[in-house]
T-cell receptor, first 114, second 112 residues
């Protein structure tokens, strides 16, 4: 596609529920990144993929967070047993390759956990 | 200590003013440096890369001081449309292993 597409744009859920956030990167971009941004903060790195594999998942806060990219294109960020502290904007970005430093971000998925 | 530190602002300046933002980074092995711009409730977008020799793009000038681990962004002749949050960004780990690290951002409000 022309840009990075993220769905849903907004998600409101209750504490303890399971949530999936989807990212469709720019066609041909092999590297895909997930960041999380809380109010007044910069984006915080979560995980990045080179192709289908997670090249670096050191930013995932705990084992409730998991991400997949089974065919090397679309990625899904999965959050189990959501907590109020998970409320944030989840940003996805892609780049031509992992060595490229220019990231193109999607508009984000705003998650609110009540 | 955060990897990338910025003054959060806000910087309130009149149209036409010159304003400068600073950023410090903690890892001397950092290799690549950028400024991203983020409008309210929008995604970050690349404003410019920062090179050791300093670089300019229209009204924007970026500089890097490796010895002091310090990056700056200068905006001349501020426009109302420059109002945004400016994020200092560093790639600390060699390219191919890790994504970019973002500062918390400096908010700029240009007033008429």
């Amino acid at each position: 596609g022309a840009g990075v597409s993220q769905t849903p744009s907004n998600k409101v859920t209750e504490k303890g529920k399971y949530v999936e956030l989807r990212c469709d990167p720019i066609s041909g971009h092999t590297a895909l990144y997930w960041y999380r941004q809380s109010l007044g903060q910069g984006p915080e790195f979560l995980i990045y993929f080179q192709g289908t594999g997670a090249a670096d998942d050191s930013g995932l806060p705990n084992d409730r967070f998991f991400a997949v990219r089974p065919e090397g294109s679309v990625s899904t960020l999965k959050i189990q047993r959501t907590e109020r502290g998970d409320s944030a904007v989840y940003l996805c970005a892609s780049s031509l390759s992992a060595g490229a430093n220019v990231l193109t971000f999607g508009a984000g998925s705003r998650l609110t956990v009540l | 200590r955060k990897e990338v530190e910025q003054d959060p602002g806000p910087f309130n300046v009149p149209e036409g003013a010159t304003v400068a933002f600073n950023c410090t980074y903690s890892n001397s092995a950092s290799q690549s440096f950028f400024w991203y711009r983020q409008d309210c409730r929008k995604e970050p977008k690349l404003l410019m890369s920062v090179y050791s020799s300093g670089n300019e793009d229209g009204r924007f000038t970026a500089q890097l001081n490796r010895a002091s681990q310090y990056i700056s962004l200068l905006i001349r002749d501020s426009k109302l449309s420059d109002s945004a949050t400016y994020l200092c960004v560093v790639n600390t780990i060699p390219a191919g292993r890790r994504a970019l690290t973002f500062g918390s951002g400096t908010r700029l409000q240009v007033q008429p």
